[in-house]
């Protein structure tokens, strides 16, 4: 498994260190762990948790690195589930704080336990409903499955920091073209389409650029 999302992450661009795809794994056991008591997938064994959820965090976090391919900065998780985006993200971008927002307890629970485990330092879990702490911004937000675009725009365009970037995981379908952002102070950039490992559909990453 561990080469599989080692050529994977490397056709998208990202070079994992050896200790970044056993932490990848290891996450991966700790998901497949709970998976039951917690309600964390539905993937049929281990692999399909790395080849599906954790391969679709490794598109994110090569999005990410061109965005922001020299500095700190900051990155938040909208509805981050069981952390698949967000704590992928933080095991492979060292250099990025990352804030894992879920109103769900004890899915923020599981992924504080996930940060003990794996002795993460630059993630936090933050249990509550995106919006409710006005203050709560990054630089980059990313969303999956939170909704349809059009619902979760607004409250993800909120946390979006001024000239930051809002990144929607979108299926083979994506509504990206068709919704309306200029209330939200959004602009549409572009659009990303890609594949994950063993999977012919077409998956896409809308982009969005806040302007203020």
Aim: charged share 20%.
């Amino acid at each position: 498994m561990s080469k599989k999302l080692l050529d994977f992450a490397a056709r998208i661009g990202l070079t994992l260190q050896p200790n970044q795809a056993d932490a990848l794994c290891q996450y991966a056991q700790l998901v497949w762990q709970k998976k039951n008591l917690l309600n964390l997938t539905s993937a049929a064994d281990l692999e399909e948790v790395i080849l599906r959820h954790i391969c679709d965090g490794l598109q994110g976090a090569s999005q990410a690195c061109q965005f922001y391919p020299r500095e700190t900065y900051s990155i938040m998780d909208a509805g981050a589930g069981a952390g698949y985006i967000g704590l992928t993200m933080a095991i492979v971008l060292p250099q990025a704080q990352i804030t894992l927002v879920e109103s769900i307890e004890k899915r923020c629970a599981f992924m504080n336990w996930v940060l003990l485990k794996l002795g993460l330092k630059n993630a936090r879990i933050k249990n509550l409903r995106l919006g409710e702490q006005k203050e709560l911004q990054a630089d980059l937000v990313t969303e999956r499955a939170m909704g349809q675009l059009p619902d979760i725009l607004g409250i993800c365009a909120g946390a979006v920091k001024p000239g930051g970037i809002f990144m929607a995981y979108q299926g083979e379908k994506s509504q990206a073209a068709t919704v309306s952002t200029e209330k939200y102070h959004l602009k549409f950039i572009q659009e990303i389409s890609y594949s994950l490992p063993a999977d012919t559909k077409t998956r896409h990453l809308a982009v969005f650029k806040k302007n203020i």
